[in-house]
């Protein structure tokens, strides 16, 4: 899978035939691709330039947010300085990415990659290599490093010689090392240099400081990084059990899930970035850095799916060690000890709870969409779900991957008892509605999940349990949703109690194992939802006119849904349509098999890029698909 594009000295083209074309500042979301360290990672357009890249971790400021603002956000541009077209692929099985370009002298490469190293001293390096190659005839090559700190707010100085600039802030030091002269030029470097075949040319970006210092990376280096890096991605990968029919593009989103943990804590993160728009000029622009449970408890089922218990475990390891529980009493209202959960509903990389949001009104946002926000004002929400994918989580551990401990078991048995007295709350549902709160079908769903599969563990295990009072919850939960869940009107489930709405989310009912894929009301709402919610296999979530969210606009398609769609046709036994929506969902990914949190109109990506949630529902949707397949 590739992607073309032309560039030339002092340009920035881009393809056409997609929304706002004529911006050529701002590639689209989807001609990227991701490198990163299993700390930090940045994106790489198909012109060759890095143009979103946090240091040192992903929820630290920028350092290149281009992609955020063209003129502010600072961006690392390395290109060929002569017409040329260019062609963008993973090197196989890795996360090290190429980019050719084809002119009419020569062809070249760039091969950007982040080493994955255990020392914790070098791992603090965050080193940053981009390795220039000339495979056929000679080409000139043009390099511009133009760092902007702090999201673009933070001057910085510079100082240069001898192959070597120095990127100062009281904050951050970068070091930048090349085999080619740099010149300085106000707060940015140059680089003009030209290439024959067999030639080549290594920029190395570091973070330098303390115990840190600045060094070197010769040719000789560079090519053992190469290796070492392109092993590291080899050896992981080969780890999966998958053998399917779709074992590249599976593949590919364990490598991009594996790219989104943090490898200090065993966080998961939701996307590496922040404020890409869900629609160009909207105001739907969120900061996803951070560590949803959901989305986070989802990875690790799709992980666990493919053989990945390391990934699991060190998730443990993240909940266990810097995650609180904060199990309230009493029973006030909403808001107060009734309204709070054992658990928020995200938390930082580092397990802190505190995420205020704001916004940097000095950025004008990806092709004008303001705001650009980091933190997440939705941190203090109430989202019932989360308990349910977490426990499913943990249930599938211990049945994939190791026993769960004592200690884990009390904390469920808290979470579940809490899970048993609240269920029946209110909340703001797993699509975070700004709007009031609802009795949301699937908030419902999620916490007789929780209750279920906290059983069958005890039941497995004979761990202690007050199993008569958990049973007790687990059956007023499905006859809630039963009674009051379903519409006579609508011939369906809706999205919460009272409502004529649907929700996508109703299709996780068969795949949570609450109703059989093949009941009647299942059938008839899986027959509404298609009429109402899918366009060509791609899913809405919801009507945001008829539900409102207390936001402005439309959205696109939500591509976890379109993947929840085809694990739903296919456990109804419709798998010729199941077959051919995944087919169809597939075409809607970048060249190199990534997707965004959306997909508009006229197939363009939208929204926070690449997204877990996307990936992981691919790799259940192929897994579950392929076994029915035979």
């Given at each position: 899978?590739?992607?073309?594009?032309?560039?030339?000295?002092?340009?920035?083209?881009?393809?056409?035939?997609?929304?706002?074309?004529?911006?050529?500042?701002?590639?689209p979301?989807?001609?990227?691709g991701?490198?990163?360290?299993?700390?930090?990672?940045?994106?790489?357009?198909?012109?060759?330039?890095?143009?979103?890249?946090?240091?040192?971790?992903?929820?630290?400021p920028?350092?290149f947010?281009?992609?955020?603002?063209?003129?502010?956000?600072g961006?690392?541009?390395?290109?060929?300085?002569?017409?040329?077209?260019?062609?963008?692929?993973?090197?196989?099985d890795?996360?090290?990415?190429?980019?050719?370009?084809f002119?009419?002298?020569?062809?070249?490469?760039?091969?950007?990659?982040?080493?994955?190293?255990?020392?914790?001293?070098?791992?603090?390096?965050?080193?940053?290599?981009?390795?220039?190659?000339?495979?056929?005839?000679?080409?000139?090559?043009?390099?511009?490093?133009?760092?902007?700190?702090?999201?673009?707010?933070?001057?910085?100085?510079?100082?240069?010689?001898?192959?070597?600039?120095?990127?100062?802030t009281p904050?951050?030091?970068?070091?930048?090392?090349a085999?080619?002269?740099l010149?300085?030029?106000?707060?940015?470097?140059?680089?003009?240099?030209?290439?024959?075949?067999?030639?080549?040319?290594?920029?190395?970006?570091?973070?330098?400081?303390?115990?840190?210092?600045?060094?070197f990376?010769?040719?000789?280096?560079?090519?053992?990084?190469?290796?070492?890096?392109?092993?590291?991605?080899?050896?992981?990968?080969?780890r999966?059990?998958?053998?399917?029919?779709?074992?590249?593009?599976?593949?590919?989103?364990?490598?991009?899930?594996?790219?989104?943990?943090?490898?200090?804590?065993g966080?998961?993160i939701?996307?590496?970035?922040?404020?890409?728009?869900?629609?160009?000029?909207?105001?739907r622009?969120?900061?996803?850095?951070?560590?949803?449970?959901?989305?986070?408890?989802?990875?690790?089922?799709?992980?666990?799916?493919?053989?990945?218990?390391?990934?699991?475990?060190?998730?443990?390891?993240?909940?266990?060690?810097?995650?609180?529980?904060e199990?309230?009493?009493?029973?006030?209202?909403a808001?107060?000890?009734?309204?709070?959960?054992?658990?928020?509903?995200?938390?930082?990389i580092?397990?802190?709870r505190?995420?205020?949001?704001?916004?940097?009104?000095?950025?004008e946002?990806?092709?004008g969409?303001?705001?650009?926000?980091?933190?997440?004002?939705?941190?203090g929400?109430?989202?019932?779900?989360?308990?349910?994918?977490?426990i499913?989580?943990?249930?599938?551990?211990?049945?994939?991957?190791?026993?769960?401990?004592?200690?884990?078991?009390?904390?469920?048995?808290?979470?579940?008892?809490?899970?048993c007295?609240?269920?029946?709350?209110?909340?703001?549902?797993?699509?975070?509605?700004?709007?009031?709160?609802?009795?949301?079908?699937?908030?419902?769903?999620?916490?007789?999940?929780?209750?279920?599969?906290?059983?069958?563990?005890?039941?497995?295990?004979?761990?202690?349990?007050?199993?008569?009072?958990?049973?007790?919850?687990?059956?007023?939960?499905?006859r809630?949703?039963?009674?009051?869940g379903?519409?006579?009107?609508?011939?369906?489930?809706v999205?919460?109690?009272?409502?004529?709405?649907?929700?996508?989310?109703?299709?996780?009912?068969?795949?949570?194992?609450?109703?059989?894929?093949?009941?009647?009301k299942?059938?008839?709402?899986?027959?509404?939802?298609?009429?109402?919610?899918?366009?060509?296999?791609?899913?809405?979530?919801y009507?945001?006119?008829?539900?409102?969210?207390?936001?402005?606009?439309?959205?696109?398609?939500?591509?976890?849904?379109?993947?929840?769609?085809?694990?739903?046709?296919?456990?109804?036994?419709?798998?010729?349509?199941?077959?051919?929506?995944?087919?169809?969902?597939?075409?809607?990914?970048?060249?190199?098999?990534?997707?965004?949190?959306?997909?508009?109109?006229?197939?363009?990506?939208t929204?926070?890029?690449?997204?877990?949630?996307?990936?992981?529902?691919?790799?259940?949707?192929?897994?579950?698909?392929?076994?029915?397949?035979?």
């Amino acid at each position: 899978m590739t992607a073309e594009t032309e560039t030339a000295a002092g340009t920035r083209r881009v393809p056409g035939g997609f929304p706002g074309a004529e911006d050529i500042r701002y590639p689209p979301v989807a001609e990227h691709g991701l490198i990163g360290d299993l700390r930090s990672a940045a994106l790489v357009d198909t012109r060759g330039t890095i143009d979103w890249y946090c240091c040192a971790r992903f929820d630290a400021p920028s350092v290149f947010a281009s992609i955020l603002d063209a003129d502010r956000g600072g961006s690392f541009e390395l290109a060929a300085d002569t017409p040329a077209r260019t062609k963008q692929f993973y090197f196989p099985d890795t996360n090290v990415l190429i980019t050719r370009f084809f002119a009419e002298d020569g062809v070249g490469e760039i091969q950007d990659f982040m080493p994955v190293v255990d020392d914790s001293r070098e791992a603090g390096r965050h080193r940053l290599i981009r390795r220039v190659v000339c495979v056929r005839g000679s080409l000139p090559f043009r390099a511009r490093v133009a760092p902007r700190f702090e999201y673009g707010a933070r001057p910085h100085t510079v100082r240069a010689g001898h192959g070597q600039a120095v990127f100062e802030t009281p904050a951050l030091t970068l070091a930048l090392t090349a085999s080619v002269p740099l010149e300085v030029a106000g707060p940015d470097v140059w680089s003009l240099f030209k290439l024959h075949e067999g030639e080549s040319a290594v920029f190395a970006l570091d973070r330098i400081g303390g115990d840190v210092a600045p060094r070197f990376c010769p040719l000789s280096e560079a090519e053992q990084q190469f290796n070492a890096t392109v092993g590291y991605w080899r050896r992981w990968l080969s780890r999966s059990r998958y053998r399917g029919r779709w074992r590249e593009m599976v593949h590919r989103s364990a490598l991009t899930l594996k790219l989104l943990t943090y490898a200090p804590t065993g966080a998961i993160i939701a996307a590496p970035t922040t404020s890409l728009p869900e629609r160009i000029g909207g105001e739907r622009n969120w900061d996803y850095r951070y560590v949803w449970i959901r989305d986070a408890a989802f990875c690790v089922y799709a992980l666990l799916r493919l053989g990945f218990t390391e990934e699991a475990e060190a998730f443990m390891g993240f909940l266990s060690e810097h995650v609180q529980l904060e199990v309230p009493t009493g029973d006030g209202a909403a808001g107060t000890s009734r309204g709070a959960g054992p658990l928020q509903i995200m938390y930082g990389i580092d397990g802190r709870r505190e995420l205020p949001e704001r916004e940097l009104s000095h950025l004008e946002g990806y092709r004008g969409s303001a705001p650009v926000r980091v933190g997440n004002g939705a941190v203090g929400q109430l989202q019932l779900d989360i308990y349910g994918a977490l426990i499913d989580a943990l249930y599938l551990y211990d049945k994939w991957g190791q026993p769960i401990s004592s200690a884990h078991w009390e904390s469920i048995g808290e979470v579940v008892d809490w899970v048993c007295d609240h269920w029946d709350q209110p909340d703001q549902g797993i699509w975070e509605s700004r709007g009031a709160g609802e009795n949301h079908l699937y908030s419902r769903l999620m916490c007789w999940v929780a209750v279920e599969r906290a059983m069958r563990l005890a039941q497995h295990r004979g761990l202690p349990v007050d199993i008569v009072r958990w049973g007790r919850a687990r059956d007023a939960i499905y006859r809630r949703i039963m009674d009051h869940g379903w519409s006579a009107e609508r011939n369906a489930f809706v999205q919460y109690e009272g409502g004529q709405v649907l929700d996508a989310s109703l299709l996780m009912m068969p795949l949570a194992k609450f109703i059989s894929p093949t009941d009647p009301k299942w059938l008839a709402t899986l027959d509404a939802l298609g009429e109402d919610l899918v366009s060509d296999s791609l899913v809405y979530r919801y009507d945001p006119q008829a539900s409102p969210d207390g936001l402005r606009g439309d959205e696109g398609t939500f591509s976890i849904c379109s993947f929840w769609y085809v694990e739903a046709l296919t456990r109804a036994g419709r798998l010729d349509e199941a077959r051919l929506a995944f087919e169809k969902m597939l075409t809607y990914a970048n060249h190199l098999g990534l997707y965004a949190e959306e997909i508009g109109r006229t197939g363009e990506q939208t929204g926070n890029f690449p997204q877990a949630f996307t990936h992981l529902a691919l790799i259940s949707a192929a897994f579950n698909l392929d076994r029915a397949l035979g």
